[in-house]
């Protein structure tokens, strides 16, 4: 495997992802370990990502130079060629005010192996991001690319299997990012390709059946990919062992929660507990507008709704849930965990009383990597593709009070998004797509008359996690089509806007 030490750069998890891709199973570590512990994890390589600091200030991240002395294939990206130049012998940094940001010519100076099929006389389009920059190479290190701005734009160490690059090859606008990363990794360290969805589903199936022995498992299954990912493995691995409580909390769309059941019903012979519980959640939301108390009494409905059904099953010693990846490094980054925007529902906050050890068997999965599984285990495109859906469901997406009524519009003017979205083609291309209920009515004309009705907002982002997303600049007779249906279709609503916000400054969801 490879190690990745995180120096907080937005672009660790592209590498991360970019040595998966490559078939290279890989793991985030934040900078802070020391270089006992990474000898410990026994990777084939490491690579130092990038970063905001510099490694002149006082404030910048601690790390362990020894990391350098472990005789391991090295790769320093950005922060970590300064950090390689700042902490050996003979190298220098000039700490620069300036950012350099974006696209820049490198001419390859040197015939080493990182470079391999590279033309040493063309430029090759790189991608930078840097302020500061090495003014002179360590020992025993020879500068082997520069660009235009920057003189010392990559170092190799050929006998010690030690590179640096000033730029980004894990970004998509370094045109040969691709094949200097596979240098590194199957000519300099010599590993050979190997990780695949294939093969993960192997050895976590093994590894769920002695985890869990004779003992038995419980899973909330909401419906979504991650979770049903989550109980078919098990299925797969333990069989009738494994009980799936799904809570409908009458916050779901029209038709969902019982699709995914009425699937997994007909193909696997899962222990499967529908509740309905939308009575409930309805009653205790009665009157709330406030977004974070609308998530706290959804997220604590759900744990004492799922508990009560946990309890009949006394021989479960177990909880399995689907956390992926990115959750896992976000919590163990050096910086912390970030601060809270929204309280996120999920089952990891059940209480401590009901004795359950946690099962996560997607937690070294990116996202795109889970669908893949999904796949590999024979799960069928509508599960597979399904948008990322919000705990706290549609009470989210109406904005103020939440009733049945609201309810009943948000449903209908939502599967119209969905439907214009899958029939044109968009579906599989954007992160999300939705209809959020606005509190607000304003005045239309309906054949002769004069109508007061609600206003919808469509809501469609492009994402690769969530972290970030932009609006999806959808066609406008896509958007015309959507308005059209929703306005003459949906009763109740006479208002169609469209929202044009990124995250940041908004967020995906509206509460
Ligand atoms: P925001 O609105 O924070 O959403 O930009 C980011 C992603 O997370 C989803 N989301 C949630 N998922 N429980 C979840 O399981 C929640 O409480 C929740 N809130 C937002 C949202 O749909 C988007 O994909």
Not at 22 to 27: L, N, Q, T, W
Not at 354 to 372: A, G, N, S, W, Y
Not at 407 to 426: C, M, N
């Amino acid at each position: 495997k490879v190690v990745i030490l995180d120096f907080g750069s937005q672009y660790t998890q592209l590498i991360a992802r970019r040595v998966r891709e490559a078939g290279v199973y890989s793991e985030i570590h934040p900078c802070t370990v020391t270089a006992k512990d990474v000898a410990a994890m026994a990777p084939s390589a490491v690579i130092l990502s990038g970063g905001p600091s510099s490694v002149t200030d006082a404030d910048a991240p601690p790390f362990d130079p020894a990391v350098f002395d472990l005789n391991l294939p090295t790769l320093c990206i950005c922060y970590g060629m300064q950090l390689l130049a700042h902490s050996q012998p003979g190298g220098s940094v000039a700490a620069s005010t300036d950012r350099e940001y974006g696209r820049a010519e490198l001419s390859v100076l040197a015939d080493v192996p990182l470079f391999a099929g590279l033309d040493a006389k063309a430029g090759h389009t790189v991608w930078m991001s840097h302020g500061d920059k090495v003014i002179a190479p360590p020992d025993g290190f020879v500068v082997a690319g520069r660009t235009k701005n920057v003189e010392i734009a990559a170092l190799a160490n050929v006998e010690r299997r030690m590179y640096a690059l000033q730029f980004h090859p894990e970004v998509a606008h370094t045109d040969d990012g691709e094949r200097i990363l596979h240098n590194f990794l199957f000519t300099i360290a010599g590993l050979t390709p190997g990780w695949t969805m294939a093969s993960f589903v192997e050895t976590e199936l093994a590894a769920l059946k002695k985890q869990v022995g004779d003992d038995e498992v419980v899973c909330a299954l909401s419906g979504g990919v991650d979770s049903t990912v989550v109980a078919v493995m098990l299925h797969k691995a333990i069989g009738k062992k494994l009980h799936c409580i799904f809570v409908d909390n009458g916050l779901l769309r029209l038709g969902e929660g019982e699709e995914v059941a009425a699937y997994l019903r007909e193909h696997f012979d899962l222990n499967l507990y529908y509740i309905k519980a939308s009575k409930l959640f309805l009653d205790r939301l009665a009157g709330v507008t406030d977004p974070e108390k609308k998530r706290k009494i959804i997220g604590t409905t759900f744990i004492e709704v799922f508990e009560a059904e946990a309890a009949k099953l006394p021989k479960a010693k177990y909880l399995a849930q689907g956390t992926l990846y990115p959750d896992v490094i976000e919590s163990e980054s050096f910086r912390g965990p970030s601060a809270v925007i929204k309280s996120h529902h999920n089952v990891g906050g059940l209480p401590e009383h009901m004795k359950l050890q946690l099962i996560e068997p997607l937690r070294e999965l990116f996202k795109d990597e889970v669908r893949k599984v999904a796949a590999e285990i024979g799960l069928p495109d509508f599960i597979i593709w399904r948008h990322p859906f919000p705990g706290p469901g549609l009470a989210i997406r109406i904005i103020g009070e939440v009733t049945e009524e609201r309810l009943e519009i948000l449903r209908r003017t939502d599967k119209i998004v969905q439907g214009e979205l899958a029939a044109s083609g968009w579906y599989r291309k954007v992160w999300q797509g939705f209809a959020v209920l606005l509190p607000l009515k304003t005045v239309g004309v309906m054949g002769d008359g004069r109508t007061y009705e609600n206003v919808a907002a469509i809501r469609v982002v492009d994402s690769l996690d969530a972290m970030t997303a932009d609006w999806t600049r959808l066609p406008s007779e896509l958007l015309a089509s959507m308005s059209n249906r929703i306005i003459n279709e949906v009763k109740g609503v006479n208002r169609v806007v469209f929202d044009v916000s990124s995250k940041p400054p908004s967020t995906i969801e509206w509460e």
